[in-house]
């Protein structure tokens, strides 16, 4: 399976270092360009691709509603938003919004290549280990939201320890492991999961996790702390 990419960004240099770095990668296919929010939404509803890279600050319609009008008309896009800034609120909004992951744009190529194979299989993606920080500072800002814990009542016991994982930082794999499940039983258990909360993603499963207060942020750990093992916290990575 090849997986078709678009790229969008308003700065040339980056737009066709990506593109360079993209066509160098097997399975990639580069399907278009965008120059900004406007055209890679009109784009991704031409081409369809599979994943869209997309720069968080462009003209005419930025990133984040970009994202939002993709989604809108194609839920099955993954998006993963790209900046050269850091700053919390907009890794929460991206993510919250429906954004598959976000990079920095200091990431190694191979990075930028694996982010794009990742998504495609389901993983959220945020990257690097500062940004996933960042996430859980303006999380730990934020009080528990009400709403949204009510919508966990909705889950059975054993999709709400899965989603409590998933926002740990643990990979499916890691998840069956520690559950003693199959990988499969842990992507069904994922997908009820999102269905149920009325998410799109694994990564706006996170944020729901924050907003809840199912996991809270590790007190400058850098981590995460299940509220199952607030009583012993180890400190983990948010990681696909």
Known sequence: MTIRVLVADDQVLIRTGLVALLKTAP???????????????AMVAKLDPDVVLMDMKMPKLDGIGALREILAASPGTRVVML??????????????????????????PDGIIAAVFSVVAGDTLISPSVTQRLVEAY???????????????????????????????????????RLLLSEATVKTHVKHTLAKLGLNSRAQAVVAAYESGLVVPANGAGGVIPQSEREAPRSLSLRS
């Open 139 to 177: 999380a730990q800002s934020h009080v528990a939201n009400a709403c949204a814990r009510r919508h966990l009542r909705d889950l059975t016991p054993r999709e709400t320890e899965v989603l409590r994982l998933v926002a740990a930082g643990y990979t499916n794999g890691e998840i069956a492991e």
């Open 27 to 41: 399975g990639l296919e580069v399907v278009g360009e965008a120059v900004d929010g406007t055209r890679a939404v």
């Open 83 to 108: 900046t050269a800034f850091d700053l919390p609120e907009y890794v929460y909004t991206a993510l919250g919004d429906g954004a598959s992951g976000f990079l920095l744009k200091d990431t190694p």
